[in-house]
């Protein structure tokens, strides 16, 4: 079985993020991290490699700048066997629709049974990215997995609604998202920091997708930013110290006043 | 007047307030179209006509609800394809936006998720939205194909107007490779008597600083009439089920007024309320980066606050 995990590289979330004159979401200058969000898909593929009876092989995909390398760099530390990294100038600034296409192009080459992907990435958080892969490789679509079983060719999962609980089935191949309560991911062993150095990442371009630069990157993109601003600082609150039981009476003071009662 | 094409968002027929929002915001672009899939519309067209609906799409097939996303996709494309419509405005839930996102790619058209707000504009609609965990509030608008928007909850209060509500079924027809991922059990929540958590106007929620006791925190939002929300360290300490955390891997709530108590203020949590219109802390630490947020904050041991609150609320609308 093949296995291709989609990872993004994102700016670290407990760091500032900006913008950059250009619209873009401002990378330079804030540490990069592989998203956390998907540091459960790699895990869960590990766990579906450790339980397979056959030779799996866990495949890590991002599309990204140099420094994302890094988040290839992590996952192979936590396991996976190899990367691809699409990397171009071009690249710079596309949106979900042209980051999906691209990540197509590159798993088509693959020949998955499985692709996996994070709920979201912790940047853009769009949560967008999984579905339109699904309907760029016309494969069938399980995603927000927060429990996975796989048997054989079966993949069933359960997917937290916001109105039920849901339990999906599908056969593979096809494209599998998981969330946050699906497992637990793993720290890199010092073996598996050692052992990633020795394992090959391939480098691709636009041109080697067979894409054109002109489908993809800001210029590309089908919504146009007209401006941004930062939100203005809220005003600093009252803050009160509950002594001898005053704080209850204090709080409902003030609610009362703002007319929540 | 174009149409807009309104995805309905509802449980069995009972149609949830963001379909109302939705409604009104389609309101300021065109003639809002209800797109109501599934067989219970009896249960729904009141609604849809009392927030303003001039026409109701009827998709009623199995084919649409028993496989995840892709089938309503596949709808939605063709009622685009036939309606031509200024847009397609779909709920910000997990599964809108994969609907949305699918349609997109289907109708070779721009999307934009999650905004907040929405203006009709000289070159079609352009909304607002917030990003950064809230930082940052940005203005888009689509420039190819049928702008496919997402919208939050709370984005706008509900304008009741009667629209005509003129009823079409329309027959979707679904590919057989739509039909691969199937729902094979679905369990709805259990009803909790509170308001949805995503809906509500009052959101009070607790985190570590609970000790694993929700009674006060549920107490307390009873007598507010409140929704009751968690962190992730309560909710992965098994005290209060997934489906209510707040924060990037729970819900995005945007109430009137959100309460935390016994939650520090991590930047995850701040990601699912800080567009809360007022936020109210009880922390017994004073340096919780909670209180950078909030209006009005206590800093006190929520064992005894709450309880006393609760009292003092009951007392009043007594
Ligand atoms: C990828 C990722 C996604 C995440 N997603 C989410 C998410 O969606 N939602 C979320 O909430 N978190 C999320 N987190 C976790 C987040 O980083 C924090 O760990 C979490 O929010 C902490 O929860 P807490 O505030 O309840 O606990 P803590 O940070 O431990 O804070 C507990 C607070 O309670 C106070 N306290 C203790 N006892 C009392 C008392 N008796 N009375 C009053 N106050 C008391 C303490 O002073 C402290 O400030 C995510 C993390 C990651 C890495
Ligand atoms: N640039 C990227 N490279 C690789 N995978 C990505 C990229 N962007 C998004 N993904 C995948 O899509 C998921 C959801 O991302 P998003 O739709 O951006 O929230 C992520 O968790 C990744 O698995």
New interface residues.
Partial sequence: MKIVVCVKYVPDATAERTFSPDNTVDRVGVDGVLSELDEYAVEEALKIREAADDDTEVVIMTVGPDEARAAILKSLQMGADAGVHVKDEAIHGSDAIATSLILAAAIQKQNADLVLCGMASTDGSMSVVPAMLAERLSLPQVTFASEVTVEGTTVRVRRDGDAATETIEATAPLLLSVTDQSNEPRYPSFKGIMAAKKKPVEELTIADLGLEASQVGADAAWTRVAGFEARPPRSAGTVVTDEGGTGAAQLVEFLAGQKFI | MTEVLVLVDH?DGSVRKTTAELLTLARRLGAPSAVFIGSEIDGARDALKQYGAEKVYVLDSSDLTDY???PK?EALAQLVEAKQPAAVLIPS???G??????L???T???????AVDLQAGDTGP?TTQ????????????????TPIITVKPNAVTPEAVDGAAVEEVFEATVSD?AK??????????EATGRPEL?EAA?VVSGGRGTGGNFAPVEDFADS?GAAVGASRAAVDSGWYP??YQVG??GKTVSP??YIATGISGA??HR?GMQTSK???A?NKD?EAPI???????????LH??????T???KA??A
Avoid: C, Y
Wanted: cysteine-free; hydrophobic content about 50%.
């Fill in positions: 449980v995840l996303v892709v996709a839930n997990a599964e936006k994969e609907i949305a996102g699918r997109a790619i289907k070779d058209s721009g999307l934009i998720t999650d352009i917030s990003v950064f965990a809230g930082s940052f509030t940005v203005t888009a608008h689509v420039i190819q194909g490779a691969t991922a199937k729902v094979t059990e679905r369990k709805p929540r995503t009052i507010l997934h489906s990037q891997t009137q007024l930047i995850q990601a007022t936020i109210v009880v004073e209180f950078e947020l909030v209006d009005f904050g206590v800093v006190g041991d005894a606050v709450l309880p006393k609150a009292e003092a609320v009043r609308k």
